[in-house]
């Protein structure tokens, strides 16, 4: 049972880039997932959440309009599409999931609730 995350690097400010979340030993059907990025000497912070029992999404106020979530049932994979990227998105980003049942997510952006992490992907953003 793993996540797996995928698709960091260095853009140039206003460009994009798009995050994988690939799940194995699981399927995400009843799970809630989310993105986190921290970057150096900051705590780790909720940047996107996917409830996959009823489809909701949510954002962080920061990332609101420039990033998006999604899902690819077949591959078992969440996406975050993250565009007009700016260099406060600088961080190591990472997915995580914890079993939500047929319920929704309480609190979506905080990290405590999630029970199963990725190693993390870079992503820089500097010209």
């Known amino acids: 049972v793993q996540l797996v995350e995928s698709g960091g690097g260095l853009v140039q400010p206003g460009g994009s880039l798009r995050l994988s979340c690939a799940a194995s030993?699981?399927?995400?059907?009843?799970?809630?997932i989310g993105w986190f990025r921290q970057a150096p000497g900051m705590e780790r912070k909720g940047v996107s959440c996917?409830?996959?029992?009823?489809?909701?999404?949510y954002y962080a106020a920061s990332v609101k309009g420039r990033f998006t979530i999604s899902r690819d049932k077949v591959k078992n994979t969440v996406y975050l599409q993250m565009n007009s990227l700016n260099p406060e998105d600088t961080a190591l980003y990472y997915c995580?999931?914890?079993?939500?049942?047929?319920?929704?997510?309480?609190?979506?952006?905080?990290?405590?609730?999630?029970?199963?992490w990725g190693q993390g992907t870079q992503v820089t953003v500097s010209s």
């Open positions: 996917l409830s996959n029992s009823d489809g909701n999404t």
């Open positions: 995580a999931a914890y079993y939500t049942g047929h319920g929704g997510v309480a609190a979506p952006l905080q990290p405590t609730q999630y029970t199963l």
């Open positions: 030993g699981f399927t995400l059907d009843y799970y809630a």
